[in-house]
């Protein structure tokens, strides 16, 4: 088996057994599934409002999941521990479970969904958003969102610490879908830029050393000695005095 689909069929496996608790826990504020591997088997915890249901009258309930873990969904030696949820509020599957219950009571999408989202806000999370899907008024399916507070929709950040949570009801138009998304507080990387200005010092001004530079000094002017072409008449110098010929 290649290692792309090892982890696809255990993400699989995992959907399914969240599946499964979301209905057979219903009832005791069913907050997700964590499973992992250890040397010693499988571990899984089960974050739940109400412990004390999920675990049983001396341990009954839990023994039977374990039972139904290893024959069912077989896992190796499942090892099953109970979270308690601290704040409900901040759990994306109990409030999209508080969602779905309300509508099936017969509560209008929309008061259910400023309801919900007013009760998320008052924990003091970053933002949260709720989305609401298939036939609400009409024969054609849409979606209804609310939000409300800082939502990013992609990065790393919004991998790493958005919590999301799917749940479907079924109604007399048909089956909606309901998502929860929750942004707990955490440290956000600054969104803007911080430039200090650099304080420039003046230069001290010190006085320039004289001048050392000589004057220029005058070049005479280069002789060109006159070329005479051969054959051409010599010039008749001027008389001297003295020796002036007669006229």
Same mark, same amino acid.
């Given at each position: 088996m290649s290692v792309v689909r090892h982890f696809v069929n255990e993400s699989k496996k995992k959907l399914v057994i969240d599946e499964f608790l979301t209905k057979e826990l219903e009832r005791t504020g069913y907050g @997700? #599934?964590?499973i992992s591997k250890t040397p010693l088997g499988t571990r899984v *915890?089960?974050?739940?409002?109400k412990p004390g249901l999920v675990i049983g009258r001396r341990g009954q309930n839990i023994k039977e999941l374990t039972q139904l873990f290893e024959e069912r969904?077989?896992?190796?030696?499942p090892q099953i521990a109970v979270a308690e949820v601290e704040v409900p509020e901040l759990n994306p599957n109990i409030m999209a479970s508080r969602v779905a219950a309300a509508l099936q009571k017969g509560i209008h999408f929309r008061r259910v969904g400023f309801w919900v989202l007013n009760r998320?806000?008052?924990a003091k999370p970053l933002g949260a958003e709720i989305i609401i899907r298939g036939k609400l008024r009409s024969e054609r399916a849409r979606y209804e969102k609310?939000?409300?507070g800082y939502i990013p929709k992609t990065g790393d950040f919004a991998q790493r610490n958005?919590? *999301?949570a799917v749940v479907h009801v079924r109604l007399k138009p048909g089956t909606l879908g309901i998502k929860v998304n929750i942004m707990p507080r955490a440290e956000v990387p600054s969104q803007t830029v911080e430039v200090k200005p650099v304080e420039v010092k003046p230069e001290e001004t010190q006085p320039s050393p004289?001048?050392?530079i000589a004057p220029p000094t005058e070049v005479a002017p280069e002789v060109v000695p006159e070329i005479i072409p051969e054959g051409a008449p010599e010039? #008749? @110098?001027t008389p001297q005095e003295g020796n002036l010929a007669n006229p």
């Open positions: @997700g #599934v964590d *915890t089960i974050y739940s409002m969904f077989k896992l190796s030696n998320i806000m008052e609310f939000r409300a958005m919590r *999301t004289p001048s050392t010039e #008749v @110098g």
